[in-house]
């Protein structure tokens, strides 16, 4: 079954610390990897995605086929990085359907 | 427009009525997708549409929902003789083509009282 998963529901850090925010999916086929964040009161929007391999704001995340996983990671987390995060699955089929992960709200206190 | 644009905001609806969620689509934007996210969850597919073909609609919960794009644009979903676990966000999101990435519109939180 396709699923996504991650696995922290909040993640607190202190401004300037390393962030990681983990994801591990399960596709038989083959994956494309998003993830995507939401600021408060904003509306949901693209943050990265594997096949770009870029770093937008500051973070990283690199799909790893063997683990499964697409942890995305930044090494000293800012105060406006707060929001929630989703990570997301794309279902190869002739277009992008989205199966999303439950989100992790990330809280970085100064 | 300059985004995608949903309405209404938030719609409160009792129980067995009729909703009707609209959703504006980025103009020329072919893709378009629903989405439903419940409180503390991920937003989960409902249905796509390729211009006014409904490609996919595996994800619609029951056959209370139903969903239209008529001429390729706007797009409504409507839920017939809502019930409470029907309460959620209803998301819309739209692409260029199809692979490009989406555009999520700010969505309509539906009640169900």
């Known amino acids: 079954a396709q699923r996504v998963t991650q696995p922290e529901k909040l993640l607190s850090v202190f401004k300037g610390a390393p962030v990681e925010l983990k994801c591990n999916y399960s596709?038989?086929?083959?994956?494309?990897l998003f993830w995507y964040v939401q600021y408060s009161r904003q509306r949901l929007q693209l943050l990265l995605r594997h096949i770009s391999r870029e770093s937008i704001k500051g973070f990283t995340a690199d799909l790893n086929k063997g683990e499964t996983s697409f942890h995305l990671k930044k090494p000293f987390a800012q105060e406006e990085d707060s929001a929630m995060y989703y990570c997301a699955l794309g279902i190869s089929g002739g277009y992008n359907k989205l199966i999303f992960g439950a989100g992790t709200r990330l809280a970085v206190h100064p | 427009g300059a985004g995608v644009s949903q309405s209404p905001r938030y719609k409160v609806a009792k129980r067995g009525q009729d909703v009707a969620l609209r959703c504006d689509p980025i103009?020329?934007?072919?893709?378009l997708f629903w989405y439903q996210q419940a409180l503390g969850q991920g937003p989960e597919f409902l249905t796509y549409f390729q211009n006014e073909a409904q490609l996919d609609k595996s994800g619609l919960p029951s056959d209370r929902f139903f969903a239209e794009r008529p001429e390729g644009s706007v797009s409504t979903l409507k839920i017939q003789r809502t019930q409470q676990e029907d309460s959620a966000v209803y998301l819309c999101a739209s692409s260029l083509a199809l692979f490009q990435s989406y555009t999520f519109g700010s969505g309509t939180r539906l009640t169900v009282v």
């Open positions: 596709y038989s086929g083959s994956p494309e």
């Open positions: 103009s020329g934007h072919v893709s």
